[in-house]
Structures are given as C-alpha cells and as structure tokens.
C-alpha cells in the first residue's frame, strides 16, 4: 500500500471539494470522508480519504493516482483560497486497538485504522482477505477507469451521497441510483484454486465477468448478473456466487 498525503488549506477548502467529490464534505465535522473524483460522464478517476487536519484537509490517495489527480484539482481551483501542497506524510494501517491519533476508516469497521505520521506501513492484518470479505475495492485492482462507483458498492462503503447535491459526474451517478437497476457490479464469489487477477469469468461460451483480488477460496468479481447463470470458471477453475442458478 504506497500512498500519497496532499494537504488542501484555504478558506475556500471545503466549498471547494463540496462541489467536485462524491461525498458531503460537511461530515468532516465527525471524522475521516471516503469519497471519489468522477470524470464529467460518472466514470471512476479516483478515490481517497479526506481527512480534517485543524483547519486543513489531507487528502490520502493511491501513490500512482497522485501525479494525474494534483494537476486536475488544482485546474478546478480556479481563483478559489485553496492550496494543494504533497507532504512527507505516511500512512499506518491497522485493525487492532487505536493509536493516538488514529482515525477509523470510514468504509468499513474490519478495515481498521489509519495513522498518518513520518512512518507507515501496516500491521500484521491481512487487508486482501478483509477486503475479499467484505467487497471492499482497492485503487488500479477492481477500480479502474471503467468503473460505475455504484457498481463497485460506493454506497454501501459510505463514498455517496445523494442529499449533498451537484458535484462532477453527479447526474450520471444519480441516474443510476433513482432509474436503473444495476445489471453488472463487484461481488463476491467462491473459486476452488485461483487465477490471475482480470481472467475473464466464462459461463460457458460467453464471458460473464472478471476476476479480481482472492483471498482463502474466496475472491472479488465483477459480474454481468445476467450472464452469470449455471457453470462459471476462470482460467479452468470453478467459480460460483450466491446468485447462480443451480446447476
């Protein structure tokens, strides 16, 4: 887990960030806010932690998105009193009892905590198993550019909201949540062996679906719900969800 800490000060930061993430940024006021920056067609571009520092924001993103992320934040800036400064900041992760000055993650209990200080690293939990559990994403894994926020569970991981209103890439989202039934997502399922992450899932002849993180027989898919019916397999090895049809 390498991870970049750029820390947002300003006036204007939380006007700011209201009206380009996924999340309300009003519940800073209660801790650390999962959210997503959306592309202007609902697309996934990014997600991350913000997290109140003082009067300032940190905002805790993927090393690998950082680079293409800080120059778009700071288009959006505008004439707006926001700064976006990268820090020396390093991330600790955890699931057992709390440093000082820890902060619990926001997407799930099992995730744990986070610790941003000179050192990071994480403890001894198994985060792809607690992620594979609980379907959690993970940045450049099962989130990619393709990527619905919806399909990949945002909501219940507490990175939407529906009440905050506009923000980039909103109207697709909200269409989502209000008019569709969602047909394709990340769920998970059980596989006897592995394969490599991103082998297709087949149901028969057609491809179904994805395979993504595994963890102890079990593993994150993106499946096409319609077409994952009866016998599936993945690189040779069977796979099965709960909403197979029997076989």
Known sequence: MTRTIIRITGADTQHFLQGLVTNDISRL???????????PQGKYMADFFLVPDGEDVLLDIGAGLAPSILPRLNMYKLRA?????????AVKRGTGPA?????????HDAMGWRLYGAEGGDDSSDFDAIRVAHCIPETGIELTPDTYILEAGFERLNGVDFRKGCYVGQEVTAR?????????GLTVVDIEGSAPVGTPIMAGEKEAGTLFTQSGGRAIAYLRFDRAKGPLTAAGQKVS???NESE
């Open 176 to 184: 989502m949540k209000h008019k569709t039934d969602l047909r394709k």
């Open 81 to 89: 009193d926001v700064a976006l400064q990268e820090t020396d900041l």
């Open 241 to 243: 969800w709960g909403g």
């Open 29 to 39: 006021s209660e801790g650390p806010v999962y959210a997503a920056l959306l592309t």
């Open 99 to 107: 440093p000082d000055g820890a902060v619990i993650d926001p997407r």
